[in-house]
């Protein structure tokens, strides 16, 4: 099947977007709002509501191993990143579907487990599985969730309105998860105590479903994404899909504890790590400048999670920058997104 | 994570399916109508409208082989499985979300080609590929899609509605895709033309969408399945959710053709490959005594399909039977349907 001919592992995952966008035809729905591009698409059921449909596939070895990762924890977190996903498009998670491709060998009572974290992580939400698959698979575990989300038609915040003058802000903290990754490649599972946090965010992060949800009812966000490619990866698709350019103020990133020893033993920087290694499943959205920042802290005011401005949309003529303490501007790379470029990215180094 | 522990491959899909079935909550939502336990989930969207969610995942080495099937036909075979499902409710198919993880040596052409089946099949019902998810695997291709239908709130079929007394229709023929698939285990790739069109029904498979729709609008049917596991395997599901039995009536199945030269090859008979093969989807339905033969007939009268009784509903302490020419009854094996016993079922052997 393949001599000869390129694989998808020589081209980006965004190239093989790009290639499947031509073939696919437009839509001819006048119901359907956003499709693919978006990780969350939207399509209209009525005047008022829209629904909301995501999916997130994750394979053994790939996207995590159980020297790491409790099979609960696994549950728990293959719906928290699809409930991220719902968040960051101001929705209410409503259901899910679950396909598993389970190797033979795999413990029933992991399998009870997996369920567990599925449910305890929707539970809060009021959200259900309704639905799904099992297949077998020869060796390896492969978990994904279809996650349905019910928003205000009008309130629905997606990546394309960014615009030049807009401040961005960042929920929470950012680096916290690749740092705990780094740990674990480190030191296993008998790290020192002192990570325990960094390690936390890695393995059990918290989707902002509500923040989520209520920075979309008080209006003040133009785009919004959810960080799970990183700061610069993910920025950057709301800049592509908002045809604008953006800056990043480094000094303003907001940092976790201990990031920057993590970063050092791991020979990079912690700015590298907030910005490049993604899986945070913060909320980065962008706020027109008529909304006073007051405004803005407002909205997080009884929640008790930070938020901090973290840098400005340009124009796309004027590019996508990271902007040092001395006021240098350096090109920002967009990466940290990558699965399939051969041509190791950031993500994939610190996978290993 | 193994060591001592029972297994998935230990139990059947069946017994895993309960067990995921008792851990997670009753769904506290009045909307949900139909939930885990049926292929298809039926959410009320508003008071005429209801909304199916299905999905399935198919693993390379386990649901078919690059040496048999090309990705285009495998792009139409896995996205018709999912519309025989939304079928199998009298439903209209809406939105697909697509989840494939990649070997990195996938090629891009196949890829592409891929993506072209899945368009090819869904644009004859007008609906569309609106998003999902690529990840990376490590060698083998995966493919989870997710299809959205839609129906009339009233006129939705479940799997729960049969009753003693009504009778058993299924459309087409039966046996075709498995006698396909044993065609290409003994031949290959270059097999005899006198079975072309058992291969065909085997690698292209046509849901019958429109059929199912059209038996939902008529109201003939109290129940209705899309055979994806065999007869014996897909009315048992009937009757287990129905809290009824079955008896069939063998002389009455409808064979193709040639698929008694086929069955005698691999040691089979004719029958058991109609009965246990699965992966035909035809439709299976029950229709109640007060509504005459010729009133199912005129449903498919202009379709061209063929319609035929194949047996009767009865009691659940009647039992689940075969009857054969003589009118004796055996019992009626509910095996074909099992991905996960280690134990071989039919379905199984079938496919090595």
Known sequence: LTRGRKC?????????????????????????????????????????????LTCDIQVEGIHFRFEHITPYQLGRRSMAVNLSDIGAMGGKPTYALVSLGLPPGFPVASCDRLFEGMRDELEPHRAWIVGGNLARTKDVLVVDITLLGEADLLRVVTRGGARPGDRIFVTGNVGASGAGFQVLAAFGKRFPARYKELVERHLSPTPRVDLGQ?????????????????????????????????????????????????????????????????EDYELLFTVPPRIPADTVQSVFGESGVPVTEIGTIVERDDGYSLVDSRGNRNPLRPTGWDHFRSTRTEREVERE
Request: with cysteine; proline share 3%.
């Open 214 to 278: 209520r920075i979309a009812r008080a209006g003040i966000a133009t785009a919004m994404i959810d960080l799970s490619d990183g700061v610069a990866g993910d920025l950057y698709h709301i800049c592509t899909r908002s045809g604008v350019g953006a800056q990043i103020r480094e000094d303003r990133l907001p940092l976790p504890e201990r990031i920057g020893e993590i970063a050092e033993k791991s020979g990079r920087s912690a700015i590298d790590l907030a910005l490049h290694s993604g």
């Open 8 to 52: 998808v592992g020589e081209i980006g995952e965004f190239t093989l977007i790009e290639r499947i966008r031509k073939i696919l035809p437009a839509a001819g729905d006048k119901d359907l709002l956003v499709d693919i591009g978006d990780d969350t698409a939207v399509i209209r059921i009525d005047d008022r509501r829209a629904m909301l």
